[in-house]
């Protein structure tokens, strides 16, 4: 942000540099007013969310067993992962472009994660399901015990191997276990996309299919910058 030019004539400053500094703070403060309705426009839900058949004190809330409720508990999930790996590798490597897109991982999804779990709220619902994950696409998933809660999450084992790397090692393993994770990923957002009755999600869920794909043909690249393959 620009300073305010002052004209200082024996240690005063002129009136125009006196009242300059106001109006940078009014436009801020109009700046930030902006930003907060957008917020709220965001994370409210549309009045043409389909009637509620389940609990939830919302009569226009999503349905407990809808695809808007199931996609955003399973993919808050999915995201939290994706965000520990991008942590994980940026604090192993200097390589700039690996950095540079585990801060747009971290960025992206924790704001997206946080958006869907502020919906469960204002729709009354829990942020967890009793249920198996995926239940809301027509094939629950059922955990191997190892971790990976859902298809293209990373095991348990593959984390520490990841925490455990370092350099061009580390770089690999991320690389790989992120387009895993994002190729999964996809394909539940677009089921999300196709099925869902807010505007909210459908519209979140296709960014993401588009989002995912393009970060997947990017790490496709740059593994083969590194002489590997997924």
Do not use: C
């Amino acid at each position: 942000m620009s300073q305010a030019s002052q004209a200082a004539q024996g240690g005063r400053t002129t009136p125009s540099a006196r009242t300059s500094r106001p109006m940078v703070l009014a436009g801020g403060a109009v700046l930030l007013v902006a930003v907060g309705l957008v917020v709220l426009m965001l994370a409210r839900p549309s009045s043409s969310s389909p009637s509620d058949t389940g609990t939830g004190s919302s009569t226009s809330a999503p349905a407990e067993t809808s695809a808007d409720v199931g996609f955003a508990r399973d993919m808050a999930v999915h995201h939290q992962q994706a965000v520990e790996m991008a942590f994980v590798v940026r604090d192993r490597t200097a390589d700039v472009a690996v950095r540079r897109l585990a801060y747009d991982i971290i960025n992206t999804q924790a704001n997206q994660r946080g958006m869907m779990l502020g919906w469960l709220e204002t729709w009354g619902r829990s942020k967890s399901s009793p249920g198996p994950p995926m239940a809301w696409m027509g094939h629950a998933f059922t955990s191997r015990g190892d971790g990976a809660l859902m298809p293209g999450m990373a095991t348990d084992a593959e984390l520490d191997a990841l925490r455990a790397a370092k350099g061009r090692d580390a770089e690999v393993r991320f690389l790989r276990l992120m387009t895993a994770h994002h190729r999964a990923g996809a394909e539940m957002a677009q089921a999300a996309a196709d099925a869902a009755g807010t505007e909210e999600i459908r519209n979140l869920a296709s960014g993401m299919v588009l989002g995912q794909r393009s970060e997947i043909a990017l790490m496709a690249d740059m593994l083969k910058e590194r002489g590997a393959t997924d």
